[in-house]
């Protein structure tokens, strides 16, 4: 027996190594994809509370999509609701960090006690860094991501670019609905992948070592 919330938590992995894999696939058949991954990643990640708020009415919240998906999937939605209008509140610098754990409100539970509001963290990290740290956040992050991209292996192989682009892909897939932005484990998890592959990304490596 598995539970939803346990067929979630594989999910996940696999549909972010799904997703990595597809993204060295088309990058080693077509390298100036990369330049489209500068444009389309940060974009994506600028887009997304206005994607959210616009559908939430019709899409999101609409009972004959909402009450077809699993529990889990409308604790998300919920939760991403709870977050975005307390964004509004303080849209400009947002609560502070690590702030989402004491969004008032946010402990309270619903639907007989089975779900709370805000669970330690909006599991997302776009809405996480616009709740906690505003737009000058968000603003910041998403330049942040858009330099790595762009500076992305320089100097290096082919593969080893196609390896770092599928990797912060896969990452911020799995940011994008399920752990928090600032948990030690997970932040722990991109600086490994970021050290392995800096290893093995210089010129003179090995051919197959990226």
């Excluded at 960090?97 to 309270?108: D, H, K, L, N």
């Excluded at 006690?113 to 505003?134: A, C, M």
């Amino acid at each position: 027996y598995i539970s939803e919330t346990g067929v979630q938590a594989c999910a996940l992995p696999i549909l972010a190594i799904a997703l990595g894999l597809s993204v060295y696939a088309l990058l080693r058949l077509r390298p100036q994809g990369l330049r489209f991954l500068r444009v389309a990643i940060p974009l994506i990640l600028l887009l997304w509370p206005a994607v959210f708020a616009v559908g939430y009415g019709p899409v999101f919240a609409n009972p004959a999509i909402y009450d077809r998906l699993p529990n889990s999937s409308q604790a998300r939605i919920d939760i991403w609701k709870f977050a975005f209008d307390h964004i509004r509140e303080r849209p400009v610098l947002g609560w502070g960090m690590e702030a989402s754990r004491a969004i008032p409100g946010g402990e309270q539970t619903y639907m007989n006690g089975t779900r709370t509001y805000l669970p330690l963290h909006p599991h997302n990290g776009v809405l996480q860094v616009l709740l906690e740290q505003g737009v000058v956040g968000l603003l910041l992050t998403i330049a942040a991501v858009w330099l790595a991209l762009t500076r992305l292996g320089q100097g290096a192989r082919e593969e080893a670019k196609a390896a770092a682009a599928a990797t912060l892909v896969a990452y911020l897939m799995i940011g994008f609905s399920a752990f928090g932005m600032w948990q030690t484990w997970w932040i722990a998890t991109g600086w490994i992948a970021a050290v392995l592959w800096r290893a093995v990304a210089d010129e003179g490596s090995p051919p197959s070592a990226a």
